[in-house]
Antibody
Framework: QVQLQQSGTELVKPASSVKISCKASGYIFTSNYMHWIRQQPGNGLEWIGWIYPGNGNTKYNQKFDGKATLTAVKSSSTAYMQLSSLTSEDSAVYFC???????????????WGPGTMVTVSS | DVQMTQSPFNLAASPGESVSINCKASKSISKYLAWYQQKPGKANKLLIYDGSTLQSGIPSRFSGSRSGTDFTLTIRSLEPEDFGLYYCQQHNEYPFTFGSGTKLEIK
């Protein structure tokens, strides 16, 4: 069965960076898209971007250009998101989520990870 | 960006009742709308995609409909496990955007 396992809670200092992970299992990692989605405390969901692990292609929400960098390691079926120049505004839960291809790519998220909480505080 | 206006913000209902949650897109997104359920300690769950297609494994008491840029999620005969947060998401164009959420509570 499809599973997305995310790394644990992070407490990081302002102006630093953090890299969180999402390990996929139960499907062909390189033939599907991995998305990252942010949920700030008490707020709704924001799409950050996707990576296609098969070729490393990425697409970002302009809002997160320069803030988030998406990478993937095929050998371990793990996707990563690095967040840089952290401020309190970046404190949030970050989800990874899969979308796939069926007669072309689809852009709804059929499997989600449990989320990684990132707290930015001095 | 496509703005998704979701209503109501809160909804209280009893088991066995039916409820509807609405989402209005700020421009045409064709049929490309998804609905998700969010509950504490559980992974978010895809319920409906393409406006009205039920995701595999989701009970048939969930249904989705569309009228132009207005979308509705209907849950018939509420079960106790249906209570939680619900979000819509347009999957028609970049950036993909979500509604602000509806909290479905037990009355």
């Amino acid at each position: 069965q499809v599973q997305l396992q995310q790394s644990g809670t992070e407490l990081v200092k302002p102006a630093s960076s953090v890299k969180i992970s999402c390990k996929a299992s139960g499907y062909i990692f390189t033939s599907n898209y991995m998305h990252w989605i942010r949920q700030q405390p008490g707020n709704g969901l924001e799409w950050i971007g996707w990576i296609y692990p098969g070729n490393g292609n990425t697409k970002y929400n302009q809002k997160f250009d320069g803030k988030a960098t998406l990478t993937a390691v095929k050998s371990s079926s793990t996707a990563y998101m690095q967040l840089s120049s952290l401020t309190s505004e970046d404190s949030a839960v970050y989800f990874c989520a899969r979308s796939g291809v069926y007669y072309g790519p689809y852009w709804y998220f059929d499997f989600w990870g449990p989320g990684t909480m990132v707290t930015v505080s001095s | 960006d496509v703005q998704m206006t979701q209503s109501p913000f809160n909804l209280a209902a009893s088991p066995g009742e039916s409820v509807s949650i609405n989402c209005k897109a700020s421009k045409s997104i064709s049929k490309y709308l998804a609905w998700y359920q969010q509950k504490p300690g559980k992974a978010n769950k895809l319920l409906i995609y393409d406006g009205s297609t039920l995701q595999s494994g989701i009970p048939s008491r969930f249904s989705g409909s569309r009228s132009g840029t207005d979308f509705t999620l209907t849950i018939r005969s509420l079960e106790p496990e249906d209570f939680g947060l619900y979000y819509c998401q347009q999957h028609n164009e970049y950036p993909f955007t979500f509604g602000s959420g509806t909290k479905l509570e037990i009355k």
